[in-house]
């Protein structure tokens, strides 16, 4: 019997194969037809320590027995405080609030309504919120509206709201970008920013500055505008560093964090606030509180993760490992990079990225599809955006399982 599952991302009606895979450690999937892939994208950036991390695994099976799950509308648990005071810690001092969800999409929603909310608790309702051009924030309606339009949202756009898109800050056009949110905070409705710091990733990898990031702060800050980083991707150590946007010195109003959270194991997400934002929500009257909330907000055992992986950040080597993954990664890049059929060489921490060059015309459309199945092939788990091929492994690959995925992308050079 053919399969019932409809799978995201997938046009069905191709016929093309979908591997099912039984087991994973490390950077390693296990198939049932015995084969052994690399997972050179994190399963979709999600895994950062590697699949089926111990301690993890070891937090999960605990916490199952104990508390599976708990209303989160005026009731509390464990896990969920400890992870609390943990991110705390960690992130910066300013982001006093933790809001939990269970999706990189539903952290963005909640920190949307976090905007709207901190302008209608001020008195002075405001809905307009900016966006970076090639942005992504998720697969809802609201955050398809906050990102780029195109095919992946053509059939919904008469329900997307209107943003006000602010240009890609690309190398030496930074300043474009910086005229046009001061011209837009000038409009005086602007109730958020919301950016993917230093890194757009479904955009194609693209990379800006960190003083680009800063100033973005500062003119946000200038007019009085929360700005919203989008750390579901970049979070973690991604960028080489905890937060992203700790390399430019920025911190956000509210701050968006998934993927990473539970090292990749489970679905989790958290929507921080600074105390303003918190405070423009307090009074006395139910009418103001934020109404959000998920059947399954900060599940115990989802918690019960991400506390694992605090834990692993706390007692492990981790930036030392994320430093020498992206230092072999820049080895790799400037070695392939060189060959005439690469466009953009770039990285930022663990990410590396490179463009095919292709021929005009419709190729693009088919091209990520086609490499995709060649390194299938080579038993490589890489997913080409367009024509822009990039690896973002788990920090426990090991240098022979990424000489192997660099090895296939050098083959495909060839091939393609
Ligand atoms: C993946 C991603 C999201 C959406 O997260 P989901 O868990 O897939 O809903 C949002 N923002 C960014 C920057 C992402 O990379």
Redesign the pocket.
């Known amino acids: 019997m053919t399969s019932a599952v409809w799978h995201p991302f997938t046009q069905h009606g191709l016929g093309e194969p979908i591997p099912q895979v039984t087991s994973a450690k490390g950077a390693l999937l296990h198939t049932e037809d015995g084969r052994t892939v690399i997972d050179a994208i994190s399963s979709?950036?999600?895994t950062t320590h590697g699949h089926c991390h111990p301690r993890i695994v070891a937090a999960i099976a605990d916490q199952a027995e104990k508390l599976d799950q708990l209303i989160f509308a005026g009731w509390t648990h464990e896990p969920a405080e400890t992870l609390a005071t943990g991110l705390r810690a960690i992130m910066p001092p300013e982001l006093t609030r933790v809001f939990f969800s269970?999706?990189?999409?539903?952290?963005?929603e909640v920190a949307l309504k976090m905007a709207l909310g901190y302008w209608a608790g001020r008195g002075e309702p405001r809905h307009r919120i900016l966006v970076l051009e090639h942005?992504?924030?998720?697969?809802?309606i609201g955050?398809m509206s906050v990102?780029a339009r195109g095919v992946f949202n053509r059939t919904y756009a008469p329900l997307l709201f209107d943003v006000g898109t602010i240009p890609f800050p690309a190398a030496g056009r930074e300043q474009a970008t910086l005229d046009a949110l001061e011209a837009a905070c000038r409009e005086g409705d602007v109730a958020a920013l919301i950016v993917?710091p230093l890194l757009?990733?479904?955009g194609g990898m693209l990379m800006y500055g960190p003083e680009t990031l800063a100033r973005l702060r500062d003119i946000c800050t200038a007019a009085g505008v929360p700005l919203i980083a989008?750390?579901?991707?970049?979070g973690w150590g991604r960028t080489g560093t905890l937060l992203a946007c700790e390399q430019a010195g920025v911190v956000p109003d509210i701050l968006?964090l998934?993927?990473g959270l539970t090292g990749g194991a489970v679905?989790l997400?958290v929507t921080m606030a600074s105390e303003a934002i918190y405070d423009a929500h307090l009074s006395q009257d139910r009418a103001t509180m934020l109404y959000h909330s998920s059947s399954y907000t900060a599940n115990p055992i989802a918690c019960a993760a991400a506390n694992a992986n605090l834990a692993i950040w706390r007692d492990e080597p981790v930036l030392n490992r994320i430093a020498a993954l992206g230092a072999a990664q820049q080895d790799r890049l400037d070695t392939l990079g060189r060959y005439a059929h690469f466009d953009n060489p770039r990285r930022l921490g663990t990410v590396a990225a490179l463009d095919l060059k292709t021929e005009e015309g419709g190729y693009l459309d088919t091209l990520a599809p086609q490499l995709m199945a060649f390194f299938r092939e080579r038993d490589v788990l890489l997913r080409p955006l367009g024509n822009t091929v990039y690896v973002m492994p788990p920090y426990c690959i090991t240098p022979e399982q990424l000489a192997q995925v660099w090895d296939a992308i050098g083959e495909a050079v060839i091939s393609f």
């Open positions: 979709w950036w999600v269970d999706s990189g999409s539903t952290s963005v942005s992504y924030h998720g697969d809802t955050t990102g993917e757009l990733g479904a989008d750390e579901v991707m970049t968006c998934s993927k679905p997400a």
